[in-house]
Protein backbone atom coordinates (compact mmCIF):
# COMPACT_ATOMS: atom_id res chain seq x y z
CA UNK A 1 0.00 0.00 0.00
CA UNK A 2 1.19 3.37 -0.72
CA UNK A 3 2.19 5.91 2.09
CA UNK A 4 3.00 9.57 0.21
CA UNK A 5 -0.26 11.73 0.40
CA UNK A 6 -0.08 12.78 -2.50
CA UNK A 7 0.02 9.48 -4.42
CA UNK A 8 -2.80 8.47 -2.30
CA UNK A 9 -4.74 12.07 -3.18
CA UNK A 10 -3.96 11.14 -7.03
CA UNK A 11 -4.91 7.38 -6.59
CA UNK A 12 -8.05 8.55 -5.46
CA UNK A 13 -9.33 11.06 -7.70
CA UNK A 14 -8.31 8.77 -10.16
CA UNK A 15 -10.20 5.67 -9.09
CA UNK A 16 -14.06 5.94 -10.34
CA UNK A 17 -14.61 2.61 -8.11
CA UNK A 18 -16.51 4.20 -4.54
CA UNK A 19 -15.61 1.82 -2.43
CA UNK A 20 -11.75 1.96 -3.45
CA UNK A 21 -11.69 5.33 -2.92
CA UNK A 22 -13.41 4.92 0.56
CA UNK A 23 -10.67 2.71 1.43
CA UNK A 24 -7.63 4.26 0.34
CA UNK A 25 -9.53 7.06 1.88
CA UNK A 26 -9.79 5.79 5.75
CA UNK A 27 -6.23 4.57 5.01
CA UNK A 28 -4.97 7.50 4.95
CA UNK A 29 -6.47 9.43 7.23
CA UNK A 30 -4.79 5.80 9.63
CA UNK A 31 -1.07 6.58 8.30
CA UNK A 32 -1.71 10.09 9.21
CA UNK A 33 -2.89 8.94 13.20
CA UNK A 34 -0.02 6.34 13.16
CA UNK A 35 2.46 8.99 12.08
CA UNK A 36 3.47 7.18 8.79
CA UNK A 37 2.31 9.24 6.09
CA UNK A 38 5.09 10.59 4.05
CA UNK A 39 4.12 14.56 2.82
CA UNK A 40 6.60 14.59 -0.07
CA UNK A 41 5.73 16.39 -3.12
CA UNK A 42 8.20 14.44 -6.04
CA UNK A 43 5.82 14.10 -9.08
CA UNK A 44 3.97 16.27 -10.87
CA UNK A 45 0.43 17.20 -10.58
CA UNK A 46 -2.31 15.62 -13.25
CA UNK A 47 -4.55 18.09 -14.54
CA UNK A 48 -8.02 18.19 -13.66
CA UNK A 49 -9.43 16.47 -16.76
CA UNK A 50 -8.43 13.47 -15.72
CA UNK A 51 -10.28 12.89 -12.89
CA UNK A 52 -12.74 10.07 -13.14
CA UNK A 53 -16.34 9.63 -11.72
CA UNK A 54 -18.76 6.44 -11.38
CA UNK A 55 -20.61 5.71 -13.95
CA UNK A 56 -23.60 6.51 -12.01
CA UNK A 57 -25.33 8.34 -10.98
CA UNK A 58 -26.24 10.06 -14.23
CA UNK A 59 -25.31 13.62 -13.89
CA UNK A 60 -28.14 16.32 -14.62
CA UNK A 61 -28.42 19.90 -14.72
CA UNK A 62 -30.43 20.73 -11.18
CA UNK A 63 -33.24 22.43 -13.28
CA UNK A 64 -34.15 18.91 -14.80
CA UNK A 65 -34.09 17.39 -11.52
CA UNK A 66 -37.46 17.00 -10.55
CA UNK A 67 -38.51 18.35 -7.41
CA UNK A 68 -40.19 16.69 -4.49
CA UNK A 69 -41.37 17.94 -1.50
CA UNK A 70 -39.59 15.56 2.11
CA UNK A 71 -43.23 15.09 3.10
CA UNK A 72 -43.42 12.25 0.52
CA UNK A 73 -41.35 8.53 1.12
CA UNK A 74 -40.22 9.60 -2.78
CA UNK A 75 -39.15 12.53 -1.49
CA UNK A 76 -37.03 11.52 1.22
CA UNK A 77 -35.41 9.41 -0.66
CA UNK A 78 -34.84 11.96 -3.32
CA UNK A 79 -33.47 14.51 -0.53
CA UNK A 80 -30.77 11.50 1.13
CA UNK A 81 -29.79 10.83 -2.79
CA UNK A 82 -29.06 14.04 -3.36
CA UNK A 83 -27.02 14.76 -0.24
CA UNK A 84 -25.13 11.48 -0.90
CA UNK A 85 -24.33 12.95 -3.90
CA UNK A 86 -22.94 16.47 -2.10
CA UNK A 87 -21.15 14.00 0.39
CA UNK A 88 -19.46 11.69 -2.63
CA UNK A 89 -18.21 15.17 -4.56
CA UNK A 90 -17.06 16.25 -0.75
CA UNK A 91 -14.35 13.58 -0.83
CA UNK A 92 -13.16 14.26 -4.43
CA UNK A 93 -13.02 18.56 -3.18
CA UNK A 94 -11.15 17.60 -0.25
CA UNK A 95 -8.67 15.03 -1.78
CA UNK A 96 -8.49 17.92 -4.84
CA UNK A 97 -7.68 21.01 -2.88
CA UNK A 98 -4.77 18.57 -1.02
CA UNK A 99 -3.73 16.99 -4.05
CA UNK A 100 -3.53 20.42 -6.49
CA UNK A 101 -2.06 23.19 -4.31
CA UNK A 102 2.05 22.30 -3.36
CA UNK A 103 4.04 23.83 -1.17
CA UNK A 104 1.89 24.79 1.76
CA UNK A 105 2.87 23.81 5.09
CA UNK A 106 2.30 20.39 6.41
CA UNK A 107 -0.76 21.56 8.71
CA UNK A 108 -3.04 22.33 5.34
CA UNK A 109 -2.96 18.64 3.77
CA UNK A 110 -3.41 17.02 7.26
CA UNK A 111 -6.54 19.47 7.71
CA UNK A 112 -7.93 18.53 3.89
CA UNK A 113 -7.12 14.75 4.55
CA UNK A 114 -9.62 14.76 7.45
CA UNK A 115 -12.03 16.55 6.19
CA UNK A 116 -12.03 14.00 2.99
CA UNK A 117 -12.44 11.43 5.76
CA UNK A 118 -15.17 13.34 7.00
CA UNK A 119 -16.69 13.42 4.15
CA UNK A 120 -16.17 9.82 3.21
CA UNK A 121 -17.99 9.00 6.87
CA UNK A 122 -21.15 11.08 5.64
CA UNK A 123 -21.16 9.57 2.55
CA UNK A 124 -21.36 6.03 4.02
CA UNK A 125 -24.03 6.92 6.91
CA UNK A 126 -26.34 8.30 3.98
CA UNK A 127 -25.50 5.11 1.89
CA UNK A 128 -26.20 2.96 4.85
CA UNK A 129 -29.67 5.36 5.48
CA UNK A 130 -30.20 4.72 1.55
CA UNK A 131 -30.11 1.11 2.08
CA UNK A 132 -32.41 0.74 4.34
CA UNK A 133 -35.17 2.92 2.64
CA UNK A 134 -34.10 0.34 -0.60
CA UNK A 135 -32.39 2.54 -2.70
CA UNK A 136 -28.53 2.55 -3.65
CA UNK A 137 -26.56 5.13 -4.30
CA UNK A 138 -26.47 5.79 -8.38
CA UNK A 139 -30.28 4.78 -8.36
CA UNK A 140 -31.38 8.30 -9.15
CA UNK A 141 -29.78 10.87 -10.97
CA UNK A 142 -27.76 13.67 -9.69
CA UNK A 143 -26.67 17.43 -9.45
CA UNK A 144 -24.22 17.84 -12.12
CA UNK A 145 -22.60 21.39 -11.03
CA UNK A 146 -21.01 20.52 -8.13
CA UNK A 147 -16.93 19.75 -9.74
CA UNK A 148 -17.59 22.97 -11.97
CA UNK A 149 -15.95 25.13 -9.81
CA UNK A 150 -13.32 22.72 -8.76
CA UNK A 151 -12.16 23.22 -12.70
CA UNK A 152 -12.76 26.73 -12.58
CA UNK A 153 -10.30 27.00 -9.91
CA UNK A 154 -7.80 25.09 -10.75
CA UNK A 155 -4.86 27.13 -10.61
CA UNK A 156 -6.07 29.44 -8.39
CA UNK A 157 -5.65 28.51 -4.46
CA UNK A 158 -7.57 31.37 -2.97
CA UNK A 159 -10.39 31.47 -5.48
CA UNK A 160 -10.87 27.61 -4.76
CA UNK A 161 -10.99 28.24 -0.92
CA UNK A 162 -13.15 31.19 -1.11
CA UNK A 163 -15.88 28.98 -4.14
CA UNK A 164 -15.32 25.93 -2.40
CA UNK A 165 -15.51 25.74 1.54
CA UNK A 166 -16.55 29.65 2.05
CA UNK A 167 -19.04 29.62 -0.64
CA UNK A 168 -20.57 26.30 -1.54
CA UNK A 169 -19.92 24.08 1.45
CA UNK A 170 -20.91 27.35 3.41
CA UNK A 171 -24.48 27.05 1.89
CA UNK A 172 -25.07 24.18 3.81
CA UNK A 173 -24.57 25.60 7.21
CA UNK A 174 -27.78 28.11 5.65
CA UNK A 175 -29.95 25.06 4.80
CA UNK A 176 -29.62 22.46 7.07
CA UNK A 177 -30.49 23.59 10.41
CA UNK A 178 -34.51 24.16 8.68
CA UNK A 179 -34.52 20.85 6.70
CA UNK A 180 -33.50 19.51 10.27
CA UNK A 181 -36.61 20.85 11.92
CA UNK A 182 -38.71 19.72 9.23
CA UNK A 183 -37.14 15.78 9.75
CA UNK A 184 -37.81 16.46 13.21
CA UNK A 185 -41.41 17.05 12.91
CA UNK A 186 -41.79 14.28 11.23
CA UNK A 187 -40.26 12.16 13.75
CA UNK A 188 -37.47 10.74 11.04
CA UNK A 189 -34.85 10.45 14.38
CA UNK A 190 -32.70 8.41 11.93
CA UNK A 191 -32.60 11.32 9.14
CA UNK A 192 -32.09 13.84 12.41
CA UNK A 193 -29.00 12.24 13.68
CA UNK A 194 -27.47 11.99 10.21
CA UNK A 195 -28.08 15.39 8.94
CA UNK A 196 -27.12 17.02 12.86
CA UNK A 197 -23.56 15.01 12.68
CA UNK A 198 -23.11 15.89 8.98
CA UNK A 199 -23.97 20.04 9.78
CA UNK A 200 -21.57 19.87 13.29
CA UNK A 201 -18.38 18.36 11.14
CA UNK A 202 -19.26 20.80 7.96
CA UNK A 203 -18.90 23.99 10.52
CA UNK A 204 -15.44 22.68 11.12
CA UNK A 205 -14.92 22.41 7.31
CA UNK A 206 -15.92 26.05 6.43
CA UNK A 207 -13.55 27.23 9.57
CA UNK A 208 -10.44 25.59 7.72
CA UNK A 209 -11.20 27.21 4.55
CA UNK A 210 -11.63 30.70 6.16
CA UNK A 211 -8.93 29.73 8.31
CA UNK A 212 -6.38 29.03 5.51
CA UNK A 213 -8.25 31.63 3.21
CA UNK A 214 -6.96 34.47 5.67
CA UNK A 215 -3.18 32.83 6.48
CA UNK A 216 -2.58 32.71 3.32
CA UNK A 217 -3.88 36.13 1.78
CA UNK A 218 -2.16 37.71 4.72
CA UNK A 219 1.09 36.12 3.91
CA UNK A 220 0.71 37.47 0.49
CA UNK A 221 0.22 41.28 2.04
CA UNK A 222 -3.64 40.70 0.59
CA UNK A 223 -6.75 42.23 2.77
CA UNK A 224 -8.93 38.65 3.10
CA UNK A 225 -12.46 40.25 2.80
CA UNK A 226 -11.48 42.44 -0.07
CA UNK A 227 -9.85 39.78 -1.49
CA UNK A 228 -12.89 37.55 -0.78
CA UNK A 229 -15.60 40.11 -2.25
CA UNK A 230 -13.15 40.00 -5.48
CA UNK A 231 -13.10 36.61 -6.09
CA UNK A 232 -16.84 35.89 -5.59
CA UNK A 233 -17.92 38.58 -7.81
CA UNK A 234 -15.34 37.14 -10.25
CA UNK A 235 -16.55 33.77 -10.45
CA UNK A 236 -20.12 34.74 -10.02
CA UNK A 237 -19.70 37.32 -12.95
CA UNK A 238 -20.83 39.59 -10.88
CA UNK A 239 -23.70 38.22 -8.72
CA UNK A 240 -23.75 36.36 -5.87
CA UNK A 241 -24.39 33.47 -4.12
CA UNK A 242 -28.22 33.97 -2.72
CA UNK A 243 -29.27 34.14 1.18
CA UNK A 244 -30.47 33.99 3.79
CA UNK A 245 -27.23 33.47 5.05
CA UNK A 246 -26.80 31.53 8.75
CA UNK A 247 -24.97 34.68 10.23
CA UNK A 248 -24.41 32.61 13.63
CA UNK A 249 -23.28 29.52 12.01
CA UNK A 250 -21.17 31.18 9.42
CA UNK A 251 -19.03 33.50 12.17
CA UNK A 252 -18.13 30.48 13.62
CA UNK A 253 -16.86 28.83 10.45
CA UNK A 254 -15.15 31.96 9.94
CA UNK A 255 -16.80 34.88 8.27
CA UNK A 256 -16.42 37.87 9.60
CA UNK A 257 -19.32 40.55 9.92
CA UNK A 258 -18.03 42.66 7.06
CA UNK A 259 -18.19 39.57 4.74
CA UNK A 260 -21.71 38.47 5.71
CA UNK A 261 -22.81 42.32 5.86
CA UNK A 262 -21.31 41.97 2.32
CA UNK A 263 -23.25 38.95 0.75
CA UNK A 264 -26.56 40.07 2.69
CA UNK A 265 -26.28 43.54 0.51
CA UNK A 266 -28.07 41.21 -2.55
FE1 LIG B 1 -19.85 16.41 4.50
Not at 121 to 133: K, V, W
Not at 165 to 173: K, S
Not at 187 to 204: F, M, P, Q, Y
Request: negative net charge; glycine residues 6%; proline residues 5%.
Amino acid sequence: MMNNIFEIAEACLHNPTIDEKLAQTHHAKLLLDNGQLDFSSNQAVQAIGGVKFPEKPILQAPRNMPKRKITSPEGVIAFFHAIAHVEFMAIYLAWDLLYRFRGLPEQFYQDWLCVADEEAQHFELIRQHLRSLNVEYGDLPAHGGLWDHAVETADDLLARLALVPRCMEARGLDVTPAIITKFAAQEDTAGVAILNRILSDEVKHVERGSYWFKTLCNQQGLQPETQYQALITQYYRGGKPKGPFNREMRKIAGFSDAELDWLEMG
